[in-house]
């Protein structure tokens, strides 16, 4: 298959970005944006993306779509929204942490997450740094954010991480970012981001594409 068949293919199979699936509408505002974050915070450890997804809308389903509201929620609320997801083993320990994150967004950014962005004034590394002041978002998580945050704030494009470009490499396609940001128009990036991260994460999924 050519390059730009396989790149067609990755998008029309795979290319629903996680936040998406998550049931956000990204859109550079207050309320989405932080509903981005909390879905960060859940795929930030070792669970499936598809667990992760599911908790994140079983919790917007109660209610905790902002900061604030997240804040102002009861522990075991929380607990709760994240067990009817099955997102089990993790899910004391990550509604203490939304709870922090919460608390943090409303102290650090009054609760708008625009205002990290200006912080980190375009520095792609130094917005990395802010998001892993929230309690549980590591060096994944940030790069989690940031691929699909991409979509809104172009100036992390082209944004490919480490997974996305193993996946790429595998499939035969340029395996840069700026590579694989060529492939696409700007606003494809993120979710060819995503469609390359769900085949280096599903088993089989790099020969099917290779196969179509």
Do not use: N
């Not at 049931?23 to 598809?50: H, K, M, N």
């Not at 944004?159 to 700026?178: I, N, V, Y």
């Amino acid at each position: 298959m050519t390059v730009d068949a396989i790149t067609s293919r990755l998008l029309s199979a795979y290319g629903r970005t996680y936040a998406r699936e998550a049931g956000i509408t990204l859109r550079d505002e207050p309320a989405p944006l932080y509903r981005l974050l909390v879905l960060t915070v859940l795929c930030s450890i070792r669970i499936g993306a598809g667990t992760a997804t599911a908790a994140a809308r079983e919790l917007f389903r109660a209610g905790f779509r902002t900061p604030r509201a997240m804040a102002g929620s009861a522990w075991q609320d929380r607990v709760d929204a994240l067990g009817r997801a099955h997102y089990v083993r993790y899910d004391e320990s990550t509604a203490t942490a939304l709870g922090d994150g919460a608390r943090l967004v409303l102290d650090r950014w009054r609760g708008d997450l625009r205002r990290m962005r200006e912080e980190a004034g375009g520095d792609t590394d130094a917005l990395r740094g802010l998001l892993r002041e929230v309690p549980r978002i590591g060096p994944v998580g940030a790069g989690i954010f940031c691929r699909e945050a991409q979509a809104v704030w172009p100036e992390l494009r082209p944004f490919f991480d480490e997974r996305a470009c193993e996946a790429a490499k595998e499939l035969g396609l340029p395996h840069t970012p700026r590579g694989l940001g060529e492939l696409v128009a700007p606003e494809d990036q993120a979710r060819l981001a995503a469609a390359l991260v769900r085949v280096r994460l599903s088993k089989g999924a790099a020969e099917e594409v290779r196969a179509a």
